[in-house]
């Protein structure tokens, strides 16, 4: 990986061979979670553009529109780019067509490499058919203390929203960002963000996501990442939802001394499925990482909640806790937690629950005051706990809130 992108360079010969790739994805179903019709959407403009007259959904997912202690802010309405802001030197913020007009070929070392274009038929319309999507660079040796914001907000019945985000923190750069991704309640729908997120040797990146889609909404983003040399990825996925569907499985890929802390709270009601998790492959010797996932449906909802972590070095260190809440007998949490081991000198764990609230400790909190509403949301809130190693006070205040409301709602 380059530590930076140099001037723009005019050929893009080589992204036709993405669309060639993608045109011959275009049918091909996604390995795990429900078959949609991608034809039933079509990418389209945002009828309003206001950023103000969202406040409060965005608020939801973490979107300051002020922009109080933000570096900076992309904003994305269904496939219209709104505003694109960088506020402190050391970090680029483009729209991914911007940047690829900046930098032409120079960029192409991001493009489609962390994440496969013929994955399946959502990376392939993502190509074929999406727009928009951010380009953040952090550039070598800058640690940036506040994080960056990024929203995706859908809004039009029948869109297809398919932008390609890319990350990039360079040599010895430190960056949070926060993304919040959500639709209107009555929107119907398909989500198809791809991200590829590069972390530089000695680099850190916090990427934390906030979602809460609508419940005619499917959801279908890909994720990739690749942390090289002693970096550090801290990845927090938080999503309450109705939606339909969801399948989502990223893929992060640690290289020599790198490392990893994966965490998901996904939290479901009505008639919802989603199926999901992570993939963490330990490339580098001294390689570790955690992949940490709680579960909660209610009504009729169901969660697969997928986890697999492969030691393909020397030395490499790996722990995988899955655990599931059912709050109704209607609905269904299966955890597949998957260890791999290609070497003897690894140390792979992993634990696996699933449950539904203790009788015992709602009495119990009940004895002392607590309604019976209260007592389970607390339960719920303490279930949901998970541990945010060295991630900004202010990140780790806003998973807490969010957690709060989730209870309340998931009750």
Known sequence: MKN??????????????????????IDKPAKWGPDINIAEYLPMKAKDI??????????????????????????????TVV???AK????????????????GDDIKEYYWNAVRVDTDKYTAVAELKGSGGYFIRVKKGHRIRIPIQACLLMQMQGSLQAPHNIIIAEENSEVSIVTGCTAMRETVGLHAGITEIYVGKHARVNYVM??????????????????????VF???????????????MPVVVLKRNAKAYLSSIIALKGSAIADSGYLLNLEGEGSNGQIISRSITRDRSEIIARAKIVG??????????????????????????ILEARFDDVSLTHEAAVGKLSEEKIIWLMARGFSRDEAEAIL??????????????MLKSMIEQTTRMIAKSVL
């Open 88 to 103: 402190q030197p050391g970090i680029e913020i483009l729209s991914l067509e911007d940047a690829i007009d900046k930098y």
């Open 210 to 231: 906030i979602h809460n889609w609508g419940e005619a909404m499917h959801i279908r983003p890909r994720t990739g990442v690749v942390v090289e040399e002693e970096g």
């Open 4 to 25: 930076v992108i140099g001037v723009k360079s005019m050929s893009l010969d080589w992204r036709q061979k993405y669309i060639e790739l993608a045109k011959r994805s």
């Open 312 to 337: 393909l070095a020397k030395g490499v260190r790996g722990h995988i806790d899955c655990q599931g809440l059912l709050l109704s007998n209607n609905s269904e949490i299966i955890t597949t937690p």
């Open 50 to 79: 206001q950023v103000e007259k969202f406040g409060d959904i965005l608020g939801r997912v973490g979107i300051d529109i002020e922009d109080k202690d933000r570096a900076g802010s992309f904003y994305q309405f269904d496939s």
């Open 234 to 248: 801290s990845s927090h996925y938080i999503a309450f939802t109705k939606l339909r569907t969801f399948q989502s």
């Open 380 to 393: 719920v809130r303490g279930f949901m706990r998970v541990e945010l190693p060295e991630l900004p006070e």
């Open 83 to 85: 505003s694109v802001v």
